[in-house]
Each structure stands twice: as C-alpha cells, then as structure tokens.
C-alpha cells in the first residue's frame, strides 16, 4: 500500500510564500506523474500543477508565473514552491501520484488515497 504525506501549509499574509511537500512510501514501482490539488471550501477539488517523469509540468491558470513544482525522483518527493500567494489560494492542497506497484508493475493507476492534504490560509 502507498501513503502520501503532505505538509508545508500555513497560515500567510498576502504576497507571502509557502512550500509544500508531498512524500510518497511503499512498494513503489514507478511514478508516471505527480500531481498538486486544492479544494477550496464550498468548491470542487481541482487541478493545480502536474509534473511527469521527464519533468514537463502544467499548471492551472490562476497560479502560472506564481507556483512551481518540481519532484525528487530518488526521494519519491514532490514539491510546490507557491511565491505572491493570493486569498483566493486558500484551500487544502492534496497531492497523488500516477504510477505501479511492486505487487502489480504492468498496473498503473493513482497510487494513494487521499490523504487529508494541508491546510493553506492566505490571509491578512
């Protein structure tokens, strides 16, 4: 079984910045893609930025020029480097992966559940 652990979260003023962490352990075979997402309260979760095992990234919209991710392959990690931080960027922030196991290596699907993500308030 796969486990993600997010952390980095926090309360931050207006234009500050965070960086967010996601660690993934277990009977990993490979990971295709890692994926940053929110769920602001009252809406729907959605995409934040993805990165693939080449390291070609996309981002939504709202947070190009502003965030960036980037990944640890050795270390199964994945980061979120979130600078000019906005009100609007307050939310959970999840992180899952897209790869295989040891147990079925030919299988891909997400490889976590998700966790309960960290919390990032952007406030004054």
């Known amino acids: 079984q796969v486990q993600l652990v997010e952390s980095g979260g926090g309360l931050v003023q207006p234009g500050g910045s965070l960086r967010l962490s996601c660690a993934a352990s277990?009977?990993?075979?490979?990971?295709?893609?890692m994926a940053w997402y929110r769920q602001a309260p009252g809406k729907e979760r959605e995409l934040v930025a993805r990165?693939?095992?080449?390291?070609?990234?996309n981002y939504a919209d709202s947070v190009k020029g502003r965030f960036t991710i980037s990944r640890d392959n050795a270390k199964n990690t994945m980061y979120l480097q979130m600078n000019n931080l906005k009100p609007e960027d307050t939310a959970v922030y999840h992180c899952n992966m897209f790869g295989s196991t040891w147990q079925e290596p030919a299988s891909y699907r997400y490889l976590g559940p998700w966790g309960q993500g960290t919390l990032v308030t952007v406030s004054s």
């Open positions: 990165i693939t095992s080449s390291g070609s990234t």
């Open positions: 277990g009977r990993i075979f490979t990971i295709v893609h």
